[in-house]
């Protein structure tokens, strides 16, 4: 089963940038989409970003969408999601996970036919 990791929280100021990777280890990553998602204290998890396995296809909540990037180096298993602009919002545990291979973006997005997920990665973001 594939491990997930994710790195790069920390305590940063509105307006800052940050960039968080998800490194995966024991497994093929082949035609699996990868995709960040958060959670907040007293919030459900949400979506922040999705890329297919390719990298050429992405797709981001509305909230972060012209702030935030994902990418992936497959030949590294990681993806990142570079995050810019930051605002006190965006506070929260951001986690990885890791499709299934075959599975849709879409279903990744919406936290189906997902193979792991990581620990979590916190970022703070101080007004």
């Known amino acids: 089963q594939v491990q997930v990791t994710e790195s790069g929280g920390d305590l940063v100021q509105a307006g800052g940038s940050l960039r968080l990777s998800c490194v995966a280890s024991?497994?093929?990553?082949?035609?699996?989409?990868m995709a960040w998602f958060r959670q907040a204290p007293g919030k459900e998890r949400e979506f922040v970003a999705v890329?297919?396995?390719?990298?050429?296809?992405?797709f981001y909540s509305s909230s972060v969408r012209g702030r935030f990037a994902i990418t992936r180096d497959n030949g590294k298993s990681t993806a990142y999601l570079q995050m810019n602009n930051l605002q006190p919002e965006d506070a929260a545990i951001y986690y990885c996970?890791?499709?299934?291979?075959?599975?849709?973006?879409?279903?990744?997005?919406?936290?189906?036919?997902?193979?792991?997920w990581g620990q979590g990665t916190q970022v703070i973001v101080s007004s």
């Open positions: 996970a890791v499709g299934n291979p075959g599975a849709a973006m879409r279903d990744v997005a919406e936290a189906r036919d997902v193979a792991s």
């Open positions: 024991g497994g093929s990553l082949r035609n699996t989409p």
């Open positions: 890329i297919h396995y390719s990298g050429e296809a992405t």
